[in-house]
């Protein structure tokens, strides 16, 4: 028996990709839930402090869950990797499903005190865990199920749904905002009800995944040795350290022009909460709907020239783009300069998990995008809201443009330095 089962030994490759994205989708959701609801929630939690303090309450235990994601990157990463991807996934969706209800059924602040931020905390801690291990695991899913010719294309739509998950929760807001509750319903209450349907729809995924096709049978007799975090390292070393400099630029440049934009059009530009999620909304279809062009790109040209081409940009334009938002007060300026930066970040996550996939053999792959892609973004993405709420409460908000900046270059020059994945990709040796 074969180590692993090749593209075309499953018999829907397109149904099987349909099913492991739209997990993906939903899982992404209650993740994204939290910090599109934050503005909401915040004053429940924590006590009655300035609404930028809160903020970055509510941005620390987002960073926090962080901290899980590379425990979370080990432990579903060697799952995946003895037992499958199937049930790797089916695992971690059914986890951040129970982080969910616990966050939708915590008392406030008022009623029980210092227990409210703490269950919230717990709460990020087990979905930090679970998301920490979906990234690595779809990533590997979808580059081993695609077929050569069409891998990046393919492998895109995990961004594709990741941003999906967004977008759920910004049309979720959207509709609470416009439709059903008033202001104060959804600061008193209606802030939770994203959370019950995160739950539902994530073991509505759980369900899904369940009968999903499986891309690859590691045998009982394998020569292949089992996926540990020390084989890892051991026989890896150079390209978990990759990983986690491809990485480190990407998501930074990521959560800022995503999940700490919508906080960023209402701290610094003053727009209203309503008009912010709209603009975001918007953003983030484009930005979805960029990817697979992309994806289908690097099928042509190489991953390594997309790579570099967010590299370079991302270094050049950075500063000017968030000093351009931070004094306009247009609504449209607003919309094509973070549209322009996710142009530029969208040559980045296009095809960086079939970069990482393509890196590692069938027997660490999972663990080997997983893990060491779960401690950049823990460092870097994790932290960004914190870091920019930080440095605009001690009025120096401009140092975060630089730091984004810096982060991308130090990337860059790994981008420069690596050889292109697609040339030299171990899939095509499994």
């Known amino acids: 028996m074969s180590a692993t089962a090749s593209a075309s030994s499953v018999r829907h490759p397109l149904l099987a990709i349909l099913t492991g994205a739209v997990g993906n989708l939903v899982e992404w959701y209650d993740w994204y839930i939290y910090a599109a609801f934050s503005l909401?929630?915040?004053?429940?939690?924590?006590?009655?402090?300035?609404?930028?303090?809160?903020?970055?309450?509510?941005?620390?235990?987002?960073?926090?869950?962080?901290?899980?994601?590379?425990?979370?990157?080990?432990?579903?990463?060697?799952?995946?990797?003895?037992?499958?991807?199937?049930?790797?996934?089916?695992?971690?969706?059914?986890?951040?499903?129970?982080?969910?209800?616990?966050?939708?059924?915590?008392?406030?602040?008022?009623?029980?005190?210092?227990?409210?931020?703490?269950?919230?905390?717990?709460?990020?801690?087990?979905?930090?865990?679970?998301?920490?291990?979906?990234?690595?695991?779809?990533?590997?899913?979808?580059?081993?199920?695609?077929?050569?010719?069409?891998?990046?294309?393919?492998?895109?739509?995990?961004?594709?749904?990741?941003?999906g998950g967004q977008l759920c929760a910004l049309g979720v807001q959207l509709f609470l905002q416009k439709v059903w509750l008033s202001p104060a319903q959804l600061a008193a209450w209606g802030w939770r009800i994203p959370f019950v349907i995160g739950a539902l729809l994530a073991l509505v995924a759980f369900i899904i995944r369940r009968h999903m096709e499986e891309s690859m049978h590691l045998a009982p007799a394998s020569p292949a040795p089992r996926s540990s975090l020390l084989l890892l390292c051991k026989l890896h070393p150079r390209a978990v350290i990759t990983v986690v400099g491809l990485t480190m630029g990407g998501t930074l440049a990521f959560y800022t022009f995503t999940t700490y934009m919508q906080k960023f059009l209402v701290n610094t530009l003053h727009f209203t909460i309503d008009r912010s999620t709209v603009l975001t909304f918007w953003l983030m279809l484009l930005y979805a709907v960029m990817h697979p062009l992309f994806g289908w790109l690097s099928d042509q040209v190489g991953r390594k020239p997309l790579l570099i081409i967010f590299g370079v940009l991302g270094t050049l334009t950075t500063v000017p783009i968030l000093t351009a938002l931070s004094h306009t007060h247009s609504e449209a300026s607003a919309f094509w300069l973070i549209l322009a930066a996710l142009t530029?970040?969208?040559?980045?996550?296009?095809?960086?998990?079939?970069?990482?996939?393509?890196?590692?053999?069938?027997?660490?792959?999972?663990?080997?995008?997983?893990?060491?892609?779960?401690?950049?973004?823990?460092?870097?993405?994790?932290?960004?809201?914190?870091?920019?709420?930080?440095?605009?409460?001690?009025?120096?908000?401009?140092?975060?443009?630089?730091?984004?900046?810096?982060?991308?270059?130090?990337?860059?020059?790994?981008?420069?330095?690596?050889k292109d994945s697609k040339q030299h990709s171990y899939i095509d040796k499994d």
């Open 344 to 418: 530029i970040v969208s040559c980045y996550t296009s095809v960086c998990g079939i970069v990482k996939a393509e890196m590692f053999p069938a027997n660490v792959r999972a663990l080997g995008v997983g893990f060491p892609y779960a401690i950049a973004v823990a460092v870097f993405g994790g932290s960004a809201e914190s870091i920019a709420l930080y440095v605009k409460k001690i009025g120096h908000e401009s140092w975060f443009y630089w730091y984004v900046t810096l982060a991308i270059f130090i990337s860059l020059i790994v981008y420069v330095c690596v």
């Open 40 to 163: 909401y929630f915040a004053p429940a939690f924590f006590p009655k402090l300035s609404a930028t303090a809160q903020l970055l309450n509510t941005a620390a235990i987002f960073a926090v869950g962080f901290l899980m994601r590379p425990i979370g990157g080990w432990l579903f990463g060697a799952i995946a990797d003895r037992r499958g991807r199937k049930a790797s996934m089916t695992i971690s969706v059914l986890l951040i499903s129970f982080g969910s209800l616990v966050i939708a059924f915590t008392p406030g602040y008022d009623q029980i005190g210092v227990l409210a931020p703490l269950l919230l905390f717990l709460a990020r801690l087990l979905q930090g865990l679970s998301v920490g291990g979906e990234y690595g695991t779809v990533a590997t899913y979808l580059s081993e199920i695609a077929s050569p010719q069409r891998r990046g294309f393919f492998s895109s739509f995990q961004y594709v749904t990741l941003i």
